[in-house]
């Protein structure tokens, strides 16, 4: 069984850093494309950060470039996601997202992902 596990969120200041964790098992992802989204309260999922298959590519919502960066471990089967200069507005659950179909670069739209994780709290204080 395919399982994503989130962790790593929390409580933070505006200005503050949170690092998030995404660890896959029931199968290696090694060879996918693999992503953050978020979600706040009454609104719809959005794209945060995408990553392909060795790391070699990437790509942001423009809301937080040059403040997020999304990597991987393969080794570990584990994706990353380093949350600097958090904002207010960056409070929602954030989810990992995996892909089955083997694209070439990273993906930005929910309904290409095919594995979710619970999510994880990310709260930032004014």
């Known amino acids: 069984q395919v399982q994503l596990v989130e962790s790593g969120g929390g409580l933070v200041q505006a200005g503050g850093s949170l690092r998030l964790s995404c660890a896959a098992s029931?199968?290696?992802?090694?060879?996918?494309?693999m992503g953050w989204f978020r979600q706040a309260p009454g609104l719809e999922r959005e794209f945060v950060a995408g990553i392909n298959w060795n790391g070699g590519r990437t790509y942001y919502a423009d809301s937080v470039k040059g403040r997020f960066t999304i990597s991987r471990d393969n080794a570990k089967n584990t994706v990353y996601l380093q949350m600097n200069s958090l904002k207010p507005d960056d409070t929602a659950v954030y989810y990992c997202?995996?892909?089955?179909?083997?694209?070439?670069?990273?993906?930005?739209?929910?309904?290409?992902?095919?594995?979710w994780g619970q999510g994880t709290q990310v709260t930032v204080s004014s």
């Open positions: 997202g995996a892909v089955r179909k083997a694209y070439s670069a990273p993906r930005d739209r929910p309904n290409e992902y095919d594995y």
């Open positions: 029931g199968r290696s992802f090694s060879s996918n494309v």
